[in-house]
């Protein structure tokens, strides 16, 4: 259980994050994989890469033999992973100009001026205000 629990921690921290409002957060998406699936992972996903397509591809391969409690969560997981990941790629587009304008940021560089776009209180768009709160940074 040790190592299934290595797995998703490093899972955890080697994926990008990103979700809606709506979503949960990207750790709890990986402690409810540790918490429903670990055992399952321990037994039918041994060799698999720490990789969270793999992970979900050899769930799926093996849903014959994983137990009902997984079954009913692993999706749910990683769906939230990957509106995660979908919400860290769309602040680079959604905040490109705010980070031009307000951080002098260079065109396509937004990651550059993250931080500065968090500690910028005001002329900040909805759109990018908004993206950052669902990417998980705010």
């Not at 629990?5 to 990207?26: C, D, K, N, Q, V």
């Not at 709890?28 to 992970?55: E, P, Y």
């Amino acid at each position: 259980m040790n190592r299934i629990r290595s797995i998703l921690l490093i899972l955890g921290i080697a994926m990008p994050s990103l979700a809606s409002a709506e979503t949960m957060s990207f750790e709890k998406a990986t402690a409810i994989l540790g918490a429903s699936c670990g055992a399952d992972i321990d037994t039918n996903c041994r060799g698999v890469n720490l990789d969270a397509g793999r992970l979900k591809d050899c769930l799926t391969r093996n849903q014959d033999s994983i137990s009902a409690r997984c079954k009913a969560d692993y999706s749910r997981a990683f769906d939230a992973i990957q509106k995660r990941v979908a919400a860290r790629v769309a602040v680079s587009r959604l905040c490109e100009r705010d980070a031009v304008k307000l951080c002098n940021a260079a065109p396509k560089e937004v990651s550059k001026a993250l931080n500065c776009l968090l500690t910028t209180p005001r002329g900040m768009t909805l759109a990018c205000n908004r993206a950052l709160g669902e990417a998980g940074y705010r």
